[in-house]
């Protein structure tokens, strides 16, 4: 898979994204605190959102309410598959955490394409001094015939390349600007 550098919020972060990867505000309305990244040829993205910092006794609490508020009221059956600590290279002196699960949609009670599951990495950078929880989404659904099935307990390539995709902005995510967290 080929990358390319992009600028989140006007150049104050920086990470590397698959070349496929096109900025969605270009084509619908991203509330300011998100900056939202798509497949072009296909359904995968990433969700870049700056949070209010939660308070809880480990960053590893924290990063199960921010995984709580994403899921619960869905109606979606999920499923975790890992939950461990990271280290983004270029701000290897701040805590992330990781959790990578399978959410998958109950049948639809009307006519309209679900995927069968969507693969889901959360990336959650702690910015204590800052005030601030980045959090960072990886999402793989997996639409019927759209995909090669894996067999049990291996994954599809959807999910290997989510896998990459994770690894890489571990690898190149970067603030360039703490400016942006004041005020």
């Known amino acids: ?15 590397h994204l698959p ?25 995968s993205g990433v969700i870049f959102e700056i949070l209010e910092y939660v308070d809880k ?3 590893a609490e ?3 309410y921010h995984f709580a508020d994403l899921v619960d009221g869905t109606g979606d059956e999920t499923n975790m598959l890992e939950q461990s ?3 983004m290279q270029k701000i290897a002196d701040k805590p992330v955490h990781t959790l990578s699960f399978i959410q998958t949609p109950p049948p639809p009670d009307r006519p309209r394409k679900t995927p069968d599951f969507v693969a ?6 702690r910015l204590k001094e800052q005030g601030t929880d980045i959090m960072i989404t990886i999402n793989a659904p997996h639409y019927p015939g759209e995909y090669e099935k894996a067999g049990p307990g291996e994954k599809t390539a959807l999910m290997k390349d989510g896998d990459e995709v994770a690894k890489k902005v571990l690898e190149t ?3 360039k600007d703490w400016g942006l967290f004041q005020g």
Request: glycine share 6%.
């Open 173 to 175: 995510f970067e603030i």
């Open 85 to 87: 600590i990271a280290t």
């Open 1 to 15: 898979m080929s990358y390319k550098e992009v600028e989140l919020y006007g150049g104050a972060i920086t990470a």
């Open 120 to 125: 889901i990495h959360l990336l959650l950078l």
């Open 62 to 64: 924290a990063l199960q």
């Open 57 to 59: 006794p480990t960053d």
């Open 19 to 43: 070349v496929a990867y096109g900025d969605a505000s270009q084509i619908r309305e991203v509330p300011d605190h998100q900056e939202l990244y798509l497949d072009e040829n296909g359904y």
